[in-house]
């Protein structure tokens, strides 16, 4: 069966009305709504298999491992995994990267260097900073142009034979800028350096093939892709997870324990310790299904024509300042000059459009623009046009009021 967009019919949340007006959500960039096969798919593990995985003989512990396996295997196959066994489950994209710089340390010693870049979200910032308090490894940032383009010369002069880990976002979810990874992959391994790509808002908007990509690991959340909050997956080539250590220690990622000591588990489990968001995984599985019946390219092209609509409607604003390059993806982040960026979201929650104004977790990034935050508004594949006029002219309205 076709899904065609919007595809409203199947998002319960977007018949709220807010203030008496209906719900015009463009915070999608923070967390995304859920559709109906995948609430269904939460609702039904719960109602027809809840049982814990891997252990159990029972009829209903079986239903749930392969269900949860499964899961594992539609996720890995999305980003064009080798194999299933491959691909980790976390809570989120943050837990996805911690767990890569927490095992990743132990491959770091005093003066090797982690490069990461200006337009990071803090959760690819702070893991790798405590990965270099931890080993004396030092950190260095890609920097970009006043357009939110990293600069890849400047990449080049930072990498050396002490680069050991290069960890970039693919699209940075406060500007919307889309970087250059496959070619900041193919530089980095000219140096050998492990590469790690922060897929979190990719995944929404992008096909991926961790291939064709070079990288080494990948990391995103489940709840920026319509699926629930605490469900996450981090991807990583089978050599590099088979000779790394283990992230925590429990139940599930052991062979066998004793008080001598204790032999760990084959990947993924060895990554998985204690019992993990089984339900979750399995409402991951549905949402990317759910996007897959869409189609990729069917949503790209329905996010650009809104993107595209968004800019004509800012554009025609008397001090209006855009971040970001023209071709940006998922996210416009905005400044209006006299108009305070709190001030506009308020009144723009009162009209019933929902977007973020702030750093947008990506301090760094604001301070290297000599502002605190933008209003940013992101899109989804359920957004309309009707809803960007709204917002449009919402906006208009707000900035005679509090000008
Ligand atoms: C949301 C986001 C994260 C963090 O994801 P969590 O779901 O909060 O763990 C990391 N990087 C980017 C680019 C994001 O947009």
Redesign the pocket.
């Known amino acids: 069966m076709n899904i065609s967009l919007p595809a409203r019919e199947l998002f319960p949340i977007l018949e709220h009305q807010i203030n008496g007006r209906p719900l015009i959500y463009l915070d999608n ?2 967390t995304t709504q859920k559709p109906l096969p995948v609430l269904d798919a939460s609702r039904s593990y719960y109602e027809s298999m809840n049982a814990n995985i891997h252990r159990g003989t029972h009829a209903l512990a079986r239903a749930a491992t392969e269900a949860y396996e499964a899961a594992r295997k539609t996720v890995a196959a999305h980003l064009g995994a080798a194999d299933a066994e491959e691909l980790i489950f976390t ?5 996805g ?1 911690n767990l890569a710089a927490q095992v990743l340390s132990s491959r770091l010693s005093p003066g090797d260097e982690i490069i990461i870049s200006t337009l ?2 803090h ?2 910032i702070v893991p790798w900073q405590m990965a270099c308090e931890r080993t004396g490894a030092i950190l260095r940032v890609i920097p970009c142009d006043e357009s939110g383009v990293l600069d890849l010369a400047a990449y080049d002069q930072l990498l050396n034979e002490r680069t050991k880990v290069v960890s970039v ?1 693919w ?3 406060a500007f919307g800028t889309r970087h250059p990874v496959k070619e900041i992959v193919r530089r980095a391994k000219s140096f050998d350096a492990v590469v790690v790509i ?1 897929a ?2 990719a995944i929404p908007h992008l096909a991926i093939d961790v291939h064709d990509l070079g990288c080494d690991m990948l990391a995103f ?1 489940g ?2 892709v319509y699926a629930p ?1 605490g469900i ?1 997956a981090l991807w990583g080539k089978r050599s590099l997870l088979e000779s790394l250590p283990p992230y925590r220690g429990g139940g599930e990622m052991i062979k066998e324990v004793s008080f001598a000591g204790t032999t760990y588990n084959d990947i993924p489990f060895k990554y998985e310790a204690g019992t993990p968001n089984i339900e979750g995984a399995i409402a991951l599985a549905a949402a990317i299904q759910f996007v897959q019946k869409v189609g990729l390219a069917a949503i790209q092209s329905h996010e650009t024509t809104l993107i595209r609509a968004a800019e004509k409607e800012l554009q025609a604003i008397d001090g209006i300042h855009l971040y970001g390059p023209s071709d940006r993806i998922g996210a416009l982040s905005f400044r209006i000059e006299g108009v305070h960026a709190y001030d506009l979201g308020t009144f723009l929650d009162q009209m019933g459009v929902a977007v973020r104004t702030g750093h947008h ?1 990506c301090q760094p990034l604001m301070a290297r623009f000599g502002i605190t935050g933008t209003i940013r508004a992101s899109f989804a594949l359920y957004n309309t046009l009707e809803e960007i006029a709204q917002f449009g002219e919402s906006t208009r309205r707000a900035v005679k009021m509090l000008r």
């Open positions: 960039a923070a809570s989120g994209c943050t837990d990267i990071e979200h959760s690819n976002g699209i940075s979810n922060d979190a808002q959340s709840h920026k909050t996450g977790c």
